[in-house]
Every structure is written in structure tokens, then in C-alpha cells.
């Protein structure tokens, strides 16, 4: 049984070395670009705000949908973005994050004409690839919290999109073990299962004028 326990040993071990060097990538790769003042933020007129539900479980507000809204209207406001791609699920008609997203935005000052909404964003990854492959943007500011941005620009990178993040205020610490699972996923997602966006469909290209 000694060879069994080896192996077992062995394997767990080269999981472990993968899981963190994994991890290490995708934050290593990306940090230089999550900002968290908005004068850092330049020539990327198009925002994708990632989305999330705008309530708790047990019905209260969710914090991280609203410092993600604040940030973005915050940024329209400064002159910084044009048009903001809302991007998240849509899974039944009691639940759409993109047209809870849109009506915070409203809310917020920003007007409708300004706001494409898409319904298909039921992961980073497809959010971000539609907004290249659909809305026809191949330059974006993404607008999350800053432990979700590297995910998201890593993403961005290997799509060949030019990217830049800017990160909304951290109620409090995600989940670290879930926050590492998840960059692992994605460098699994892209360099071994290849795995696309489950759903794409027609283009409807933004085009904005400064």
C-alpha cells in the first residue's frame, strides 16, 4: 500500500503546485491594470459592468451590486465612459441582473440611451467574450470588485481584447478558497477545455461618439 499512498501523495502535491501557480498567473499577469481612482482611467470610453444580484439571500441590498453601480455612475459622471455594456443573468423573468443593473444606473443619473443591456453573461467569460464577439468591442473598461477583475482581465487577454479594469469598493473579504477556485477555472476553462460562452448570437455593434 506504500506506492498508493505515494502516488496519492504525489498527485495531491502536483494539484496543490497547479491550484497556486494558477493563481499566481492570473493575478501576476493582471495587477498592473485594476485601478481604483478614476484619473487613472484612459481612453477606454466603453465600460462592461459585470454583474451580480442586487439582493442577499435574506432579501437585503447586496453591497457588491452596489458599489459596483456607484462606481460606474461615478465614472459617467466624470466624463470617463460613454456607453456601459450591463452584462449578467437572466435566468427567469423573477430574476434579470441586467435590467436591475440598468435601473440602479438610471437611478444613479445615468440615462438609458447610455446603458446596452446583455442577457447572456451567465459567466465572466461569456460577458466578456460577447462584448467582443457581439457588442463589437475589442477595448473595455470592466467595472468590478478588484478580487473579480484579474479574472476577468486574464480573460480579456487571451481574447486579444484590450482591457483595463477599475474596481469597485470590497464590502467585505470574499470567500478566498472560492475566489482561487475560480482563476483556477479559468486558466482550465481556456488553455485546456477550451470552453466557449453558451450563447452568442446576432451582433449589435455600439458605436459611440466622443
Known sequence: MKWVKRVLFGASTAVILVFVAANVWVVKSTETRVFDNADQVMDHRVALVLGTSHK?????????????????????????????IVSGDNRTKYYNEPVAMRRALVTRGVPSSAITLDYAGL???DSVVRSKEIFGQEKILIITQSFHSYRALFISDYYGIDAIAMGAQEPELESALK????????????????????????????????
Open 123 to 125: 459567466r465572466t467569460l
Open 56 to 84: 442577499l439571500v435574506g432579501g437585503g441590498a447586496n453591497p457588491f451590486f452596489d458599489h459596483r453601480m456607484d462606481r460606474a455612475a461615478e465614472l459617467y459622471k466624470l466624463g470617463k465612459i460613454d456607453h456601459f
Open 179 to 210: 475566489v482561487r477556485i475560480r482563476r483556477a477555472k479559468a486558466v482550465l476553462d481556456l488553455y485546456v477545455l477550451k470552453t466557449n460562452p453558451q450563447h452568442l448570437g446576432e451582433k449589435e455593434e455600439i458605436n459611440i461618439t466622443s
